[in-house]
């Protein structure tokens, strides 16, 4: 087995794969059936290469994205069935669920909805770490809702198939979260590696404008009608893009505490906001029209 695995690593590097040796050791507990640590264990020990190695290498050296190949992506804790149509779920998302995770876990039986929700990493993760929380997801994709189904169901998370700008009238004002990892991409940022370019489905990718902000616009007013006063909502968003999602919330005179968060790797990938508490008399309790902004880093 060893030596199929150090064939298929210089296959793969020769084809600009970024972790060849990972993906070769993974194609074969695929097929398997077992760890990747034990997949080492048995080269070790002299264990015989899987039948089919090759022809799964063959499609990753043609940069068909490993979780397609193996139809499963981890995020978190849990395990996620992917494939052609569904935005495969990224580890800078784990940062995002996490904000969403720390702030549930101050709450009595929170409600969340997730907008946009793909393969629905990020609810079945709340759902999965906050017990008692009530978790909703939105997703418009008739591909992508197929597999979010699949993810989703053993968590008890509500899946709606709708549109994230106008999902879910009939529970305006009732969330205490709203999360969302809506498509960001510029229109004329096509993405560089094949993986995404030529297998992520472009719905899942592009944010509509030539900024990519018109979809993360349409998720932050949705969260605002959907929130209670004092409710919080995080979106993810390209790194370069922080500030303009910030003054964009700032602008909307709704927002409070207003932050950005850091990914693992340092980034600006996330922004949080609170709903303006609103006092009897209809003024709000952070003044008028100001945004309190501020920069922390996700956990």
């Keep these: 087995m060893e030596e199929a695995l150090r064939a298929a690593e210089e296959r793969l590097r020769a084809a600009g794969v970024p972790s060849p040796r990972v ?3 993974l194609l074969a507990a695929h097929l398997l059936g077992v760890s990747r640590g034990r997949l080492r264990s048995m080269a070790i020990t002299g264990a015989p290469a899987p039948e089919g190695l090759d022809a799964l290498v063959d499609e990753r050296a043609r940069r068909v994205p490993l979780q397609h ?3 499963s992506a981890s995020f978190r804790r849990i395990d996620l069935s992917v494939g052609p149509g569904v935005f495969i779920p990224r580890p800078e998302t784990e940062s995002v669920a996490q904000l969403v995770i720390d702030r549930a876990g101050t709450l009595a039986a929170p409600r969340i909805v997730d907008l946009g929700t793909g393969s629905g990493a990020i609810a079945a993760s709340v ?3 906050v017990p008692g929380a009530e978790v909703y997801a939105v997703e ?4 992508a809702i197929a597999w ?3 993810n989703l169901e053993p968590y008890g998370v509500r899946l709606v198939h709708g549109d994230l700008a106008t999902a879910l009238p ?4 009732t969330f205490d979260i709203v999360v969302s990892n809506p498509p960001y991409i510029p229109a004329d940022a096509v993405p560089t590696e094949p993986e995404v370019a030529e297998h992520d489905p472009q719905m899942a990718l592009y944010g509509g404008g030539a900024d990519g902000l018109r979809l993360p616009r349409a998720a932050a007013a949705s969260a605002a009608r959907l929130l209670r006063e004092g409710g919080y909502f995080v979106m993810e968003h390209a790194e370069v893009q922080a500030p303009w999602v910030a003054a964009f919330l700032g602008e909307a005179g709704v927002w409070s505490s207003i932050t950005t968060h850091q990914d693992l790797g340092g980034r600006d ?3 949080s906001a609170v709903l303006r508490q609103v006092r009897p008399d209809g003024t709000s309790t952070s ?3 100001v945004a309190d902004t501020a920069t922390g880093d996700g956990r």
């Design 127 to 129: 759902a999965d770490e």
């Design 148 to 150: 979010a189904g699949a």
């Design 69 to 71: 190949l193996t139809g």
């Design 170 to 173: 009939e529970e305006n004002g």
């Design 23 to 25: 993906d070769a050791e």
């Design 287 to 289: 003044g008028a029209g």
């Design 140 to 143: 418009l994709s008739d591909l």
């Design 269 to 271: 990938r996330a922004t």
